[in-house]
């Protein structure tokens, strides 16, 4: 019960320290240009109209040992991400990149223009500009989607089991250990691991209704 537990949480870390910082890169990186921005933009979001389970699917095509990635990493790295940690990982980064990265956008092109431009004026790098101008003034946005895109990643089933697998202790998250519990007749342990899904469920929304109303 607690190695799930651990997977899921440690696979939401590193979700949101991906997407946070990816998502700030291609914001930035695209701002001046507007085709580039569409068509990334629509890749980006793309995850969210996909079920699941077509983008672990996906993932599997363009990752196995028989694609060409999948093959340059194994070959050169001895790195895989079928059956793995990794694949866990990446199908959450995925399936929870829209939200980060809309989140980030909307929060980002909230804030009052002018602040931006006295900021430039002043001939401020784009990190400061990002440290004392964007973050600050949009941060609840920025935090809201953090929340929404750790309970998907907290969530995910679909993308996972088909690319990482259900593999205990080393790929199965809570989701997938509900899912072994039940397909076992394990009703007990199914409950138990049910109750702890609500229970963080619960506080993603707890505190993503507390942001939200300070916002409102």
Do not use: H, W
């Not at 363009?62 to 340059?72: A, E, T, V």
């Amino acid at each position: 019960m607690i190695s799930p537990l651990k997977i899921s949480l440690f696979i939401v870390f590193i979700s949101i320290f991906f997407n946070i910082f990816f998502s700030i890169f291609i914001y930035f990186f695209l701002k001046n240009n507007s085709n580039l921005k569409k068509i990334t933009e629509f890749f980006l979001t793309l995850p969210i109209f996909l079920p699941p389970s077509v983008i672990g699917y996906v993932l599997i095509i363009g990752l196995g040992k028989n694609s060409i990635l999948g093959n340059f990493f194994y070959n050169f790295f001895d790195f895989k991400f079928i059956f793995s940690f990794q694949g866990a990982v990446l199908a959450a980064i995925i399936v929870s990149m829209p939200i980060f990265y809309q989140s980030i956008k909307v929060g980002f092109d909230t804030i009052d223009k002018a602040y931006i431009e006295t900021a430039q004026c002043l001939g401020i790098s784009t990190f400061n500009m990002i440290r004392y101008v964007y973050l600050p003034l949009g941060y609840r946005k920025v935090f809201s989607g953090v929340i929404l895109g750790a309970g998907r990643a907290f969530g995910e089933f679909g993308a996972t089991i088909l690319i990482a697998g259900n593999i205990p202790g080393k790929t199965q998250t809570l989701p997938l250990a509900l899912y072994s519990a039940i397909e076992s007749g394990n009703y007990e342990l199914a409950n138990k691991i049910l109750i702890i899904l609500f229970i963080f469920s619960g506080i993603f929304l707890f505190f993503y209704i507390i942001l939200t109303k300070k916002e409102s």
